[in-house]
């Protein structure tokens, strides 16, 4: 027989979802707790009173508000529908879902009925929650409000306490805990700025120490996970501008049902999150000045704030070292003068700007670290800036370039050479097109990676009429070679850089002072590691040393 389709179809729930009440919620007592908390709320509860009884062995929890009470004892169990009034209804969206959350459970409830004049009882069983069969109602004996007992499942005990306290924290009514009243505080407690938009309370902080957390909207007691507007300042690492949002009256800001622990992602949550952004920007506006990145900037113009530029300093720049793993941690700037900015070089270009930093022209300049995100602002674009390192060596009547694009040839090897030239191209401003300058440097040393981080691998070269200390000498070669290798089978930090250190003054002192002084730079420094801590107080030695044999005496005082 063919069936004939239907003209429309439309939607429904079907009775089957009844029978899969219990898998609706995850059943622990936060959840049930939170949904319990919110129905009086919405009841227009003043206080809720939530004790933990035991009798017979068995624990209840008893959860008692002082609200309008549950009219239509029918609609308790009405999955889907909430039955409350039209402003509740308007401005939260409620699901009538609420009460399945203790689905699972045996409950009984208890509530007065304004219509009928008296209260009404009935007890849930646990297996009931799915089977959709009829519960007989009994007569209550509470005079006003709702009371619900819950049997207490084991897993309920854990932290009860430290739940009711948390739910407590922001909720907008008194709650007690066998008769304790818990600390309540405002969740926008220590906000630089607390600004009114889109039915919420925006509080601004610019260190909030529980950013991490992610539970940044507070649904009248309820906090959820949201993504909300971050905005970084480019001075510190703790310049964190963050907001969190109070709900009041939003009715088009949506929870996920029905664990109502996400947001819907809708326009409601993009103006909201405009309307945060913007606020972070006021409260910056009323600082005397910031750190805020050009596209910070320029997104604040748009949302309406007027801002300054950002405040016109730079951090310092430091030659960068093969070791330079973790970053910088900017937290000064600096001092007044004429900046030159130097990008970031690696350590083998870096190294000896450092070098010629006090001679001319760079002795004028305050050598400033390159800030890209700050690229657009007059006052930075306007900065001089490197724009090309490069050494020209000169050795024996040849020359040979060193840079990013030519490297050494491989029979030059380390030792004196007979001048080293550091030419530095300096743009006159950022911008575009902007006048280059040249500007050649005599220095004294100059260390060649070759693409490696061993010394044996790089080419050291030093100028015949240097005045380099081998201290100085083996300082630079460590800044431009030593990078500790992490591999646990590897010694630590501390071990591997003081091999390299020594190593690296040896190759100095080879360089400068020649061969037999860097075998007895190695035996003095080996001395000194091994060796004096064994001398006696007060007491001197005498070493007479060859290959093979050693002999050692105490000098006569």
């Known amino acids: 027989m063919i069936m004939p389709l239907p003209a429309t179809i439309q939607t429904a729930v079907s009775q089957d979802a009844i029978r899969r009440a219990s898998r609706l919620f995850s059943g622990d007592s936060r959840d049930c707790l939170h949904e319990m908390c919110q129905n009086a709320r919405r009841a ?117 306490h430290s739940i009711v306290a948390d739910i407590a924290l922001h909720f907008p009514l008194p709650i007690t805990m066998n008769g304790v009243l818990q600390p309540r505080e405002d969740f926008l407690k220590g906000a630089l700025l607390v600004e009114d938009a889109c039915g919420c309370r925006i509080g601004v902080y610019d260190l909030d120490p529980d950013w991490q957390d992610g539970r940044r909207i507070n649904f009248h007691g309820l906090r959820v996970k949201c993504s909300l507007p971050t905005t970084l300042e480019l001075k510190d690492s703790s310049a964190r501008w963050t907001v969190r949002i109070d709900i009041v009256d939003a009715p088009d800001v949506h929870l996920v049902l029905p664990a109502r622990k996400e947001v819907i992602e809708n326009g409601a949550m993009k103006a909201l999150r405009d309307a945060a952004e913007r606020a972070i920007y006021k409260a910056i506006a009323a600082r005397p000045d910031h750190r805020l990145p050009f596209a910070a900037w320029e997104r604040a ?123 530095l191209t300096v743009a006159q401003s950022g911008r575009e097109n902007a006048p280059q300058y040249m500007h050649s440097i005599n220095i004294p040393a100059l260390v060649c990676d070759n693409n490696g981080w061993d010394i044996e691998a790089a080419t050291i070269l030093v100028t015949r009429d240097s005045d380099i200390t081998p201290d100085r000498l083996g300082q630079l070669i460590y800044a431009t070679l030593f990078c500790s290798i992490d591999d646990g089978d590897n010694d630590s930090w501390e071990t591997q850089s003081r091999a390299f250190e020594r190593d690296a003054r040896q190759e100095a002192t080879r360089i400068l002072l020649g061969e037999d002084a860097a075998i007895l730079q190695a035996i003095d420094m080996s001395a000194r590691d091994h060796l004096t801590w064994l001398i006696p107080q007060d007491r001197k030695i005498v070493i007479q040393a060859e290959r093979g044999g050693i002999t050692v005496d105490f000098i006569p005082s």
């Open 44 to 160: 227009g509860a003043t206080r809720i009173a939530i004790d933990l009884t035991q009798q017979e062995g068995r624990f209840c929890l008893h959860i008692r508000d002082d609200g309008c009470g549950i009219d239509d004892p029918a609609a308790l169990l009405m999955l889907g529908h909430s039955g409350w009034h039209h402003d509740i209804a308007r401005s939260e969206d409620p699901a009538g879902m609420g009460m399945f959350s203790l689905a699972g459970r045996t409950v009984e409830i208890q509530s007065f009925s304004p219509s009928a004049g008296t209260a009404w009882k009935v007890r849930i069983p646990a297996h009931a929650w799915d089977s959709g069969a009829p519960l007989p109602l009994e007569q209550g004996t509470i005079g006003w409000g709702t009371l619900i007992s819950i049997e207490m499942p084991g897993d309920w005990h854990f932290g009860l």
């Open 301 to 423: 113009q748009e949302l309406g704030v007027a801002l300054p530029e950002s405040r016109s300093s730079l951090s310092p720049w430091h030659p960068q070292t093969a070791d330079d793993h973790h970053g910088r941690i900017r937290t000064r700037f600096a001092s007044e003068g004429t900046m030159l900015i130097v990008p970031f070089l690696q350590p083998d270009l870096a190294q000896p700007i450092g070098l010629a930093r006090r001679q001319t022209p760079l002795q004028y300049f305050q050598l400033v670290e390159e800030e890209r995100l700050l690229e657009g602002y007059a006052w930075y674009d306007q900065l001089p800036i490197i724009v090309h390192v490069s050494f020209q060596i000169h050795h024996d009547g040849a020359a040979y370039r060193y840079d990013d694009n030519n490297h050494l040839p491989a029979d030059l090897p380390s030792g004196l050479v007979d001048r080293i030239v550091l030419e």
